[in-house]
């Protein structure tokens, strides 16, 4: 067997670090952290892993070697922002599983069989109905909309016109989840964002929101519960551009799995999520519209029971850990890494609530057979 050949490159510094007192003494220990998650498999921020080694190491020479093994597997997904970054991301085993689930249980195929499988469908079509209202009302509630969740419920059932804000809120973000779906099959445009957001937030306080219309300044920032500034989005100055880059790599041809350039259309989706959050690109309401354009692409895409699976009812109780997402993907050059993450493992805990309900609709189905029957 040939033998590869001596690399002749330039050292390494952090390698050289390693080769120096003390650093030499506990070599093993710091080789032990070059990957890119921890024993468990997370993939876990600095300030969360730094409590994590071993006590007498040094916390910037870890950090380096996480770093390292990271950057090795980094995949650029699209550039993001001006001056311009590139948002990219590795493949955790957190994410592969959910991609699993994703492509074993939500596409439209697996919808149909579901359907085909129940006997009795119009209590399966109620259940379903259902849970496209708590997308709706669970997304009005993380933007902090004071409606309980049983009044709006009865508001969308009955059609009967919303009252207040909050209860326009709720109408706006259930108009939006429609308007995904009839408009799944169009391309990605700046006029299609516009629009998402008219339709989600129009009639609510118009003044407030300015429906469809993009910032024109960069007075808008994101804050946390205590009024500080988390994050300012890039400029308003070049804002249509950056959409319209954005779109053109939304729209871009998936070609096959085995294509180095392929990317999975949940990932996709969620970066979509991010960068629209990112952006920011309304005066108001741009959680929404991201969340919308989620589920918009995943239609586009042909898995369909999306229609069904609520995620923000998932997020609406975690909103610091959906914070700490966005901010923790903006604190490390941009690793989307994180925020898709989050956004996995709350997509597994939602497509589990759906499986639940064709499972409570199969049982249901079968003793009204054998009820019929005797």
């Known amino acids: 067997m040939k033998k590869p050949p001596v690399s002749k490159g330039r050292s390494d510094p952090v390698f050289d670090l390693l080769a120096r007192p003390p650093h030499k003494q506990r070599l093993a220990d710091y080789l032990a952290l070059l990957k890119p998650v921890d024993d468990q498999g997370r993939y876990l921020p600095f300030e969360a892993l730094r409590y994590r080694w071993a006590p007498g190491l040094d916390v910037n020479l870890c950090w380096a070697l996480v770093k390292k093994a990271r950057v090795a597997q980094y995949v650029n997904l699209l550039p993001l922002g001006d001056p311009v970054h590139w948002g990219k991301y590795l493949l955790t085993p957190l994410a592969q599983m959910t991609l699993s689930v994703v492509d074993r249980q939500t596409t439209t195929a697996a919808l149909d069989d579901m359907t085909r499988r129940i006997g009795e469908r119009a209590h399966f079509s109620y259940l379903l109905n259902d ?186 109780n975690a909103p610091v850990k959906y914070g700490r997402s966005y901010l923790h993907t903006e604190a490390d050059e941009l690793d989307l890494t994180y925020f898709i993450e989050f956004q996995c493992s709350v997509i597994q805990r939602a497509v589990s609530r759906l499986t639940d309900v064709y499972r409570n609709s199969v049982i249901y189905s079968d003793a009204l057979t054998s009820s019929n029957a005797a």
């Open 131 to 316: 849970l496209i209202e708590d997308e709706a009302i669970a997304s009005s509630q993380l933007e902090g909309a004071a409606t309980t969740t049983r009044v709006a419920k009865d508001m969308l059932k009955h059609q009967r016109q919303p009252r207040t804000p909050d209860e326009r809120m709720v109408m706006g973000n259930y108009r939006m989840m429609n308007f995904a779906w009839e408009r799944r099959y169009e391309p990605m445009s700046v006029d299609l964002i516009a629009a998402m957001h008219r339709v989600g937030v129009e009639g609510i306080a118009d003044e407030q929101y300015s429906p469809g219309v993009f910032r024109t300044n960069d007075e808008v920032v994101v804050q946390d519960g205590s009024g500080n500034t988390v994050h300012r989005p890039p400029h308003a100055a070049g804002l249509i551009l950056r959409l319209e880059r954005l779109s053109n790599w939304i729209n871009l041809p998936q070609g096959l799995p085995q294509d180095r350039r392929y990317v999975h259309p949940l990932i996709k989706a969620i970066t979509l999520h991010f960068a629209l959050g990112y952006e920011h690109p309304f005066r108001d309401g741009n959680g929404r519209v991201a969340r919308a354009l989620f589920y918009w692409l995943m239609f586009k895409n042909e898995f369909a029971a999306f229609r069904y699976i609520a995620i923000s009812l998932l997020l609406r």
